[in-house]
């Protein structure tokens, strides 16, 4: 039997993107499967409901959640939302399961399979299902919106007829896809983009985008595109060296994160105290803890000394659309492995993108570190 795929509002505040777009519904469509979505469920990324055709809309959240064979999400569904859920039924999208084991407990009682897309394993046969490279993508470009806006001073070189203005000095620190983006951004504004990245192989990246690779004296190369743990004599090393570099900076953005796991610190207030006056930074890593010791999330703060940190949250939400766009082509992508004729569900386990992405199966943990977490706290 034709499965029925759901989409509810989003709930968590200032979340404006939505996991189902009108182009991905026609996609579906196209592969027998049902479609049903919440009233309103796409207006905060100015998707109204009639742009999506021939899709069934409900009155309510409950009544997508009581009938969906499959549940697509952007952010984790709530503890109520789960209970809903018809019991075997599937969801997809953003998990966080290492924030939140009575989620995790909750999806394995109610024999949910879940998936969490931050666990893609990032291969290149993954790269149009991963979410997190689209939304990074996203948030690389805003942070440095942010930066122009919040900087006191201009991003490109001007010749006025008061003289020329120097363009603004900008450090982007990590060199994954918010750090690339966030380069290629400050570029098209007229900054004297850097880079740095303790990743070696990233050095032809950033400079591949005009930018100036910045060399610390650390390499640290890791696994599955992230960097390892510095030592703390790497990281002695990498600060000394950041601390004189920043102080002739006029911006800096950091990216530098590893998902389920705390961000690592590389700015610390020392290092901030040493910077001059007017100087501006966004630290995209501010959810999970900051790259910066003076960040904190959601909120801008300015030091003594006149410089300005700004801990942004959940930047792909503010570019509802496009976010919208490429997240659910991710889904549809990571969805459509397990789609059969006649909009049949099929998993194979024996696919590693459907196996390592897996959190809960019939009311067992899949997830191995997830599991720990939630058995070591029942």
């Keep these: 039997m034709a499965i029925t795929v759901g989409v509810v509002r989003e709930t968590v505040a200032g979340e404006r993107r939505v996991a189902l777009t009108p182009d991905v519904a026609k996609k579906l469509k196209a592969k027998a499967v049902g479609l049903l979505i919440e009233h309103g469920a796409g207006n905060a990324a100015s998707f109204a409901d009639a742009t999506y055709k021939d899709t069934e809309i409900a009155a309510d959240a409950r009544s997508v959640l009581g009938r969906a064979d499959v549940l697509l999400t952007v952010q984790p569904p709530s503890l109520d939302e789960i209970a809903a859920l018809k019991e075997g039924s599937v969801t997809i999208g953003y998990l966080s399961p290492h924030l939140a084991p009575e989620r995790i407990k909750a999806l394995r009682d109610r024999k949910i399979t879940s998936f969490a897309m ?167 890593a501010a959810e999970t803890g900051g790259n910066c010791e003076v960040t904190e999330a959601g909120k801008t703060i300015t030091t003594a000394n006149g410089v300005t940190v700004i801990g942004p949250v959940n930047l792909a939400a503010t570019t509802p659309i496009h976010a919208s766009e490429m997240y659910a082509k991710n889904l549809y992508n990571f969805l459509e492995l397990s789609i059969a004729e006649g909009g049949v569900l099929k998993l194979d386990w024996d696919d590693e993108l459907i196996a390592k992405t897996c959190v809960t199966h019939a009311g067992q943990i899949k997830h191995e570190a997830t599991k720990a977490l939630v058995e070591g706290s029942t």
Excluded: C, N, W
């Excluded at 979410?131 to 805003?142: E, F, I, N, P, R």
């Excluded at 990245?197 to 050095?203: C, G, N």
């Design 118 to 284: 931050e666990l893609l394993p990032r291969t290149t046969r993954a790269q149009a299902m991963d979410v997190l490279s689209s939304q990074a993508g996203v948030a690389g470009y805003k942070a440095v919106l942010i930066a122009a806006e919040a900087s006191p001073k201009f991003f490109p070189m001007l010749t006025t007829a008061a003289g020329t203005i120097r363009p603004s000095k900008v450090l982007i620190i990590g060199a994954g896809v918010a750090g690339l983006q966030a380069i290629a951004t400050a570029r098209r504004l007229g900054g004297q983009v850097e880079g740095f990245d303790v990743r070696p192989e990233t050095k032809e990246q950033i400079q591949s985008l005009g930018a100036k690779y910045v060399e610390l004296g650390v390499s640290a190369a890791g696994t599955g595109g992230y960097a390892r743990e510095l030592t703390p004599e790497e990281r002695a090393q990498q600060q000394a060296a950041l601390a004189e570099h920043i102080k002739g900076v006029d911006v800096i953005i950091t990216t530098a994160a590893v998902p389920g796991r705390k961000a690592p610190r590389i700015i610390t207030k020392a290092m901030v105290d040493g910077m001059k006056p007017g100087a501006v930074i966004v630290d995209i």
